[in-house]
Structures are given as structure tokens and as C-alpha cells.
């Protein structure tokens, strides 16, 4: 090979030698581009995947939490109140009849008497306070009943006042509402109504609870 040919060479070289260098370059290029999409893809893929699953998780969840509690139907609640009145009848006769006494007021029947108002007093703020601080009445304890918020963590005094003020003052003056706890799937009178609770049977709850 001449000298000629030998040059003519070495510049076909050094004229090639920076296409190759681009070329392989957009190769790279190309092949991150398409690594990027992949690892993009499933990504996506993965948190698709995840929600999937947290939602199955908690949909399982709430329905598990449904099936533990047994809500009390309407023979047993009306046991544990007949029980919870004769309480407030032997609190009535402790507290009312000696106060009443010791002021020397008039027995009489009259809507607005003293003896009435103590009365309603001592009916209300009986299931005011019990329910309140136990969730339950002596009654509802014999018979392993407890009242439960359906909306909040712990039942509050707003709830509570709802409850056990305004609602039952409505169930107690038209009786026939207490019917409701018999039809209604949760097993809820118009006084849970009024404060979104229910009544449960508490032993089965707990007993549900520790086997979980």
C-alpha cells in the first residue's frame, strides 16, 4: 500500500469515528428512554396493586367489624328497662319523698308540682349519667347490654343529652315508638335515631373481640 492510500484510509477513518460515537449515543438514549417507561409502567402497576388491595383490606375490615357486634332486639331492652324502673321508683322513694317531706310541700298531682319535676329529674339524669360513664343502665349491666356510638369513637354528652334527654322524652310520651327497636336493622328506638347509637350485646362482643 502506497502513501497515498495509506492517507486516504486514515481520513475515511477519522471521518467515520464521530457517527459511530453519535450513533451509539442515541442508542443509549433510546435504550434509557424505554428503562424509564418500564420502571415508570410499574411503578404505576404497583400502586394500582397497592389500592387495590387496601381497599379490599378495608372493606374487610368494616364487614368484620359489623359481624362483631350482636344488637339487642326489642324483649331484652324492654326487660332491662322494666328493671331500670324500679330503680328510679326506689331512688324516687330515698331522695324525693324526704325532700319533699322536710319542705313540708303539698303532695298533689298537678303537672308542674315539685314532686313531678324531682321525679323527671331523677328519671332523666339516671339515664343521663349512667349512660354517660358506664354506657349502660343497671339494667342493660344485668343483662350484659351497652350502649354504642355508631359515628363517633366514645359516646359524648351532646350524644348522650340526644339519647337520653330529648329522645326518650319523645319515646316516652308516644310509648308506641319503642316498637321501632323490633323492625329496624340495627335494632335502633327513635331515641338511637335522634343520636345515631344502638344497644349491643356486650359479651359477645368481647368474646368476638379476644378471638380476633
Known amino acids: 500500500?502506497?502513501?497515498d492510500d495509506?492517507?486516504?484510509t486514515e481520513e475515511n477513518v477519522h471521518n467515520e469515528r464521530p457517527f459511530s460515537e453519535d450513533q451509539i449515543r442515541t442508542n443509549h438514549t433510546i435504550v434509557d428512554l424505554e428503562k424509564e417507561a418500564s420502571t415508570s409502567?410499574?411503578?404505576n402497576?404497583?400502586?394500582k396493586e397497592t389500592l387495590a388491595s387496601n381497599q379490599t383490606l378495608e372493606l374487610t375490615n368494616n364487614h368484620q367489624q359489623v359481624d362483631l357486634y350482636a344488637y339487642a332486639g326489642f324483649w331484652i331492652r324492654f326487660c332491662a328497662y322494666i328493671i331500670d324502673v324500679l330503680v328510679?321508683?326506689?331512688l324516687r322513694q330515698l331522695v324525693i319523698s324526704p325532700i319533699v317531706g322536710f319542705l313540708g310541700v303539698e303532695q298533689n298531682s298537678g303537672m308542674f308540682s315539685v314532686q313531678n319535676i324531682l321525679s323527671a329529674l331523677v328519671f332523666?339524669?339516671?339515664f343521663v349519667l349512667m349512660t354517660k360513664y358506664f354506657n349502660q343502665t343497671l339494667g342493660k349491666m344485668i343483662f350484659g347490654l351497652k350502649v354504642i356510638p355508631l359515628k363517633e369513637t366514645r359516646l359524648?354528652?351532646?350524644?348522650?343529652i340526644f339519647r337520653e334527654w330529648i329522645g326518650r322524652y319523645i319515646s316516652a310520651t308516644i310509648i308506641i315508638l319503642y316498637i321501632f327497636v323490633a323492625f329496624s336493622p340495627k335494632k335502633q328506638g327513635v331515641h338511637d335515631y335522634f343520636a345515631d347509637t344502638t344497644v349491643i350485646h356486650e359479651n359477645y362482643l368481647l368474646k368476638n373481640a379476644s378471638v380476633s
Open 45 to 47: 402497576l404497583e400502586d
Open 6 to 8: 495509506e492517507q486516504r
Open 124 to 126: 332523666y339524669l339516671y
Open 156 to 160: 359524648s354528652w351532646q350524644t348522650v
Open 88 to 90: 328510679i321508683v326506689s
Open 41 to 43: 409502567n410499574q411503578q
Open 1 to 3: 500500500m502506497n502513501r
